[in-house]
């Protein structure tokens, strides 16, 4: 699976351990860089994410492949500064994010649908 068909138009290169990526999205003109923390092929992906906004975030997705049609995602984000008096806001911002991106992930697995990202902008 590329991850870029669903969730981000392009990347500056392949994502591998230690490795700090750009994240490009050209429906928004926009980019964001993360840094690649974990791999574990087909099973996991950690990263930090904001660090250049003094907000960084580690994420861990998780694959857990129930039988070979079904697969359960989980994406955690942690490291939220809980005295930060925006906490609950960037966390419900966060949660939609993550809705949509899930979102637009099973669109494209189920039915190789690759520009819903597109759909946000008006």
């Known amino acids: 699976m590329k ?10 290169e392949r994502w591998e351990q230690g490795k ?9 003109n926009a ?4 840094n690649i923390l974990e791999i574990e ?3 996991k992906i ?4 904001g660090g250049e906004h003094d907000q960084e975030t580690i994420v861990t997705i998780t694959f857990n492949e129930l039988d070979s049609t079904t697969t359960i995602i989980e ?3 942690s490291g939220f500064q809980e005295d930060d008096s925006e906490i609950v806001s960037k966390m419900m911002g966060q949660k ?3 809705v949509y991106a899930l979102t637009c992930l099973k669109g ?3 039915n190789g649908i690759t520009d819903l990202r597109a759909s946000l902008i008006h």
């Open 3 to 12: 991850i870029g068909n669903f969730w981000f138009s392009s990347s500056s």
């Open 20 to 28: 700090l990526i750009t994240l490009i999205y050209e429906e928004y």
């Open 31 to 34: 980019k964001g860089t993360i």
């Open 41 to 43: 092929v087909n099973k």
């Open 46 to 49: 950690v990263y930090s994410w």
């Open 75 to 77: 994406v955690n984000e």
């Open 96 to 98: 939609e994010g993550w």
């Open 108 to 110: 494209y697995l189920e």
